[in-house]
């Protein structure tokens, strides 16, 4: 079994432990890499997080999540940019690796997702001088696109790349294969992911068949029909040597189960996504 | 109110009415054209299906559906090949427009979506000669993602453009707005499909927020969030001027109410997608 290379979205463990048990328990499974989440932080504290994090001597993947740009008005726009601030913060209080973006849908009562993406756009701007001083790279997570609506409309790795490049040399790109193992341009994107230097973050999880709920039925690695090794060795291909990071948002199955059987599963899984 | 250029894909009353029923539902609404199910037809027989068509003087704009081709092995894919050429005789006896095709997803067990994708491409190839031969046009159906698993492995315009020009002028595609509207890159291949005069079925329902299942809580128009009226403008800048097909599943909702109720909806909701 190997645990190096791993690490563990805290979310697949929401229902079982706070952010200190997550990651005491992610220590004694010899796990050394942890991406938590903001609430999951805030119901602890950024200070007893942050001693947690550095007592276990974990490295922080990411911080899920900024974003959620687009709003009905200027405020609530501006909201955003200020919550994702003090995002910034969080994350780099923690040493993070980067910030996770899910970058939000449509503002209420809206039908134009063309408006959605380009406040989205004007949010990173807005964003980016902070979080350049800050040092953490933003990472731009393409979603599925049955969350265009509701979570993200940025829903392709060519669309988050493509936002990136005008981004500039700070925003990358999240590449969970939970929302993009359908897409037939998914290999040259991670190809051009690799090229441009793009890669911040690698998630995993699985597509179960059947899917019973939009957001909470995700599979654990091994269990769905997405082809693991296939897209890993793509991401090697491509450079990327950062961590894999579990990520499984799971109601009714995993959430339900003994965190620490659920660590277990993940690095036994983590395993078998290594072809070789 | 406007009738004219109105399609009812029979799936939106399933549960109110057989396919007899439903077309002199139709016919008593002053719509001129539907498009039914096979099992609809099935279930009336087809020379019924087809008597109840030409009493109502109905214009066929498709069958739904053909396709379901990948299989685990080549008995599998034979009998697939088999039942699509039913198919393209009942849409032939029907005189629809076209047979619409939803290719189907990952046989069980695999995860290979690039090997499904090409057992798509070939049974549309066994296929053709004997859709050329009875004159039925296919029109392969991109689903949304969500359903790349299990119904169909070719999920963006672009993907069933690039596979209809690999298999010639016969085939063409069904742009169903439900599958689609997220794609950021949807009015330049909607332009593309108009080119290259592939638009053989133009389907239109509405994307809820929240979506509370996979397959079945699909929208009426104007109770979602996709924008209707733009989509349209870009089909018609494309030169289509066949049917819109209204085509809804949703058990909990549509499926529920009377059928009258729900042809009149359709009218009042489709006369509304025209933004002129």
Known sequence: MRTEGLSINLATVRQQWNLVEAVEAC??????????????????????????IKDNGMRVSGVC???MFPAADAAGRQAAIDDNKRAVD????????????VVGGLPKGSRDIGAARQMVLDGIVALLPHARASKVPLAIEPL????????????TLKQALDMAGQL??????????????????????????????RILGYHICDWLVPTKDLLLDRGMPGDGVIDLPRIRGWIEKAGYKG???IEIFSA????????DEVLKTCIERYSATFSS
Chains 1, 2 share one sequence.
């Open 144 to 155: 599925h696109p049955m969350y265009a609506g509701d979570r993200a409309c940025v829903n």
């Open 27 to 52: 220590a004694r499974h010899g796990i050394t890499c942890v991406d938590p989440w903001r609430d999951q932080i805030a119901a602890v504290g950024l200070d007893t997080a942050v001693k947690a």
């Open 252 to 259: 009714k199955d995993w959430w339900t189960r003994p965190g």
């Open 168 to 197: 500039g040399d700070d925003v990358g790109v999240a590449i969970d294969v939970y929302h993009l193992w359908w897409d037939p341009d998914l290999e040259a994107q991670i190809a051009r992911a690799g090229r441009e230097k």
């Open 90 to 101: 969080e994350a780099a209080a923690l040493g993070a690796d980067c910030l996770v973006l």
């Open 65 to 67: 999540r900024g974003g």
């Open 243 to 245: 961590p894999t990071e």
